[in-house]
């Protein structure tokens, strides 16, 4: 009994041991000196080398580093098959995040139940035609701001926000018109909705801008803003751009002949797209930093740099890999863009010269509506183990 009760307590003693050892990040130093230390690591190292160290680079404490964020939605073919079981009140679409350490889709958190998320990407009558579904990225936040439902009415009363470093959904305030078919962006911190239409068109709402501050959460509220002088950016879906404190966006996509306008966000007034930048804007925009604007032709395929002192677009390069280009974001000195059908990504180094690339599949099955670039998400124990 002597032995067995001594054997136990040894057992226990090297188990206990094992487990400080598994926790010390750098042997002889306090880990929050250690965490400083391997903050200047690059995380892809850190990950290779131990599971104390993994799980560091997805603590909140550590750094974060970007990870891509995809809309997704099941393939036409997939969808299909799934006609027999069409049901109205169900959520087709899925929210994935690419991790670039480990290079695998990792699936975020379910929105809250209450109220429920019904969004229709494609109706199972008409799968040829997909339904804009409209998100930006502020403050280091993912919004959902207008999409439909299944009775083509606007599918959010609020816009829904996704924080990766808390790793939880929430609500915003209500808009004071739910609406659909808008113009959407963000400059400065805050997100703006303008034009579009509700249940039925309105020329108030069409002609309607509001404004949210997201990093104001005292005064959570949509702010009236100045409006269009005319109904035209209720006809789809539009990306407004953030760029140097000033939205800009065009009411038409791809070549077609457009109407472009920027709302400056200090004097709360709108006025013309210059020539040369409404000129070249023929295809997905986005902007790096609110710094650095980008467009893809999507009938040519080239990638190209505004540049606002000779009002021209400067061609940066031309792939057949970018032709049929859908969407797109850029941060951290990349562009991602949507293409063939939202069977692939297409990440465009810009930074380097010349221009790198490289693709990225989504999972089987599904195909991308549209990504986004954030800080990844933390992660707890359990979820890396």
Same mark, same amino acid.
């Given at each position: 009994m002597e032995s067995n009760s001594k054997h136990a307590n040894h057992k226990t003693s090297e188990e206990s041991l094992d487990n400080i050892h598994s926790n010390t990040l750098l042997p002889g130093l306090p880990n929050h000196l250690a965490e400083l230390c391997l903050s200047y690591v690059h995380p892809s190292l850190l990950y290779k080398v131990s599971h104390s160290?993994?799980?560091?680079?997805?603590?909140?404490?550590?750094?974060?580093?970007?990870?891509?964020?995809a809309l997704l939605s099941p393939s036409p073919s997939h969808q299909t098959l799934r006609n027999h079981m069409y049901d109205s009140n169900t959520n087709s679409i899925k929210f994935l995040s690419l991790d670039p350490i480990s290079s695998t *889709?990792?699936?975020?958190?379910?929105?809250?139940?209450?109220?429920?998320?019904?969004?229709?990407?494609?109706?199972?009558s008409f799968l040829s035609r997909k339904l804009p579904i409209q998100m930006v990225t502020v403050s280091g936040h993912l919004v959902l701001i207008a999409a439909t439902t299944h009775q083509f009415v606007p599918a959010l009363s609020r816009p829904l926000v996704f924080?990766?470093?808390?790793?939880?959904?929430f609500y915003g305030p209500p808009f004071s018109m739910p609406r659909r078919w808008c113009a959407t962006g963000s400059v400065a911190g805050s997100v703006y909705v303008a034009s579009g239409v509700g249940s039925n068109y309105s020329g108030d709402v069409a002609r309607s801008m509001?404004? *949210?501050?997201?990093?104001n959460s005292s005064d959570?509220?949509?702010?009236?803003?100045?409006?269009?002088?005319?109904?035209?950016?209720?006809?789809?879906?539009?990306?407004? /751009?953030?760029?140097?404190?000033?939205?800009?966006? /065009?009411?038409?996509?791809?070549?077609?002949?457009?109407?472009?306008?920027?709302?400056?966000?200090?004097?709360?007034?709108?006025e013309d797209m210059p020539e040369g930048m409404l000129a070249g804007w023929n295809g997905p925009v986005a902007t790096m930093d609110e710094m650095a604007m980008y467009v893809v032709d999507e009938a040519k395929g080239a990638l190209s740099k505004y540049d606002a002192k000779k009002d021209c677009w400067e061609k940066l390069i031309e792939l057949v890999q970018l032709k049929?280009?859908?969407?797109?974001?850029?941060?951290?000195?990349?562009?991602?863009?949507?293409?063939?059908?939202?069977?692939?990504?297409? /990440?465009?180094?810009?930074?380097?010269r010349p221009v790198r690339l490289w693709v990225v599949e989504p999972p089987p099955e599904l195909q991308v509506v549209a990504v986004h670039i954030l800080p990844r998400m933390t992660q707890t124990v359990t979820e890396l183990s």
């Amino acid at each position: 009994m002597e032995s067995n009760s001594k054997h136990a307590n040894h057992k226990t003693s090297e188990e206990s041991l094992d487990n400080i050892h598994s926790n010390t990040l750098l042997p002889g130093l306090p880990n929050h000196l250690a965490e400083l230390c391997l903050s200047y690591v690059h995380p892809s190292l850190l990950y290779k080398v131990s599971h104390s160290w993994r799980r560091l680079i997805y603590s909140p404490s550590f750094p974060p580093f970007f990870s891509l964020y995809a809309l997704l939605s099941p393939s036409p073919s997939h969808q299909t098959l799934r006609n027999h079981m069409y049901d109205s009140n169900t959520n087709s679409i899925k929210f994935l995040s690419l991790d670039p350490i480990s290079s695998t *889709w990792q699936p975020l958190p379910s929105p809250p139940p209450d109220p429920p998320l019904q969004i229709l990407h494609r109706h199972p009558s008409f799968l040829s035609r997909k339904l804009p579904i409209q998100m930006v990225t502020v403050s280091g936040h993912l919004v959902l701001i207008a999409a439909t439902t299944h009775q083509f009415v606007p599918a959010l009363s609020r816009p829904l926000v996704f924080n990766p470093i808390h790793n939880n959904w929430f609500y915003g305030p209500p808009f004071s018109m739910p609406r659909r078919w808008c113009a959407t962006g963000s400059v400065a911190g805050s997100v703006y909705v303008a034009s579009g239409v509700g249940s039925n068109y309105s020329g108030d709402v069409a002609r309607s801008m509001e404004r *949210w501050d997201l990093k104001n959460s005292s005064d959570s509220k949509w702010e009236k803003k100045a409006g269009l002088k005319d109904g035209r950016f209720s006809r789809e879906s539009v990306e407004a /751009v953030g760029y140097k404190g000033k939205l800009c966006m /065009v009411n038409v996509k791809g070549n077609a002949v457009k109407e472009g306008a920027i709302y400056d966000v200090e004097s709360d007034l709108w006025e013309d797209m210059p020539e040369g930048m409404l000129a070249g804007w023929n295809g997905p925009v986005a902007t790096m930093d609110e710094m650095a604007m980008y467009v893809v032709d999507e009938a040519k395929g080239a990638l190209s740099k505004y540049d606002a002192k000779k009002d021209c677009w400067e061609k940066l390069i031309e792939l057949v890999q970018l032709k049929g280009a859908e969407q797109m974001d850029a941060g951290r000195g990349r562009v991602c863009v949507v293409c063939a059908k939202g069977e692939r990504v297409v /990440v465009v180094d810009v930074v380097v010269r010349p221009v790198r690339l490289w693709v990225v599949e989504p999972p089987p099955e599904l195909q991308v509506v549209a990504v986004h670039i954030l800080p990844r998400m933390t992660q707890t124990v359990t979820e890396l183990s």
